[in-house]
């Protein structure tokens, strides 16, 4: 099998429906967000810290699901569609995460350390990808479960990132007004 198929040479790709769509459709601008979200995360690991790598390659495992929830306009039940146990699986690992962390008291600056600061940067990707699935379900017909978890996933990210950057001793910043 190789790589390149000559399919997308003019400017449309496959659904997983195998119906044609233009690369720039809300549909492929949405879950080509998703796909760079998880390229980020993956520049991430190692953190040096196992236990936030383990939780990281869930998370890319997690957003290749919402990748092919999204590439589906119509799935069927046995199809790969993010649930909501997924963003429930996220708010345990924030809660987890945040007993380790000083309270917060004020917007903190992206930034620290080289994991911290890449935490923070998937975050703002990560929120992008949401703008751009709920543009897209204004539009069709999606799996909200997706949007509820990509949420999640930019709060989880946000935690990540302060935690990493307590654990390399890099300080938090608060932005002066």
Known sequence: ???????????????????????????IEAYGTVDEANALIGTVRPTG???LDDLLAAVQNHLHVVQADLANPDP??????????????????IDDLDEELEP???FVL???GEAG???????TVVRRAERRVVALAGAEPINEAVVTYLNRLSDLLFTLGRVANARDGEPE???SY
């Open 117 to 123: 600061s890449k935490l923070h940067y998937a975050r």
């Open 1 to 27: 099998m190789t790589v390149y198929t000559g399919r997308g040479d003019e400017g449309k790709t496959d659904l997983r429906d195998l119906s044609r769509v233009s690369k720039s459709s809300p549909r």
């Open 76 to 93: 069927d039940p046995d199809d790969p569609q993010v649930e909501p146990s997924h963003a429930t699986e996220l708010e345990d690992a």
């Open 49 to 51: 810290h196992d236990d």
């Open 173 to 175: 910043e608060s932005p």
């Open 110 to 112: 992206p930034g620290g």
């Open 104 to 106: 917060l008291r004020s």
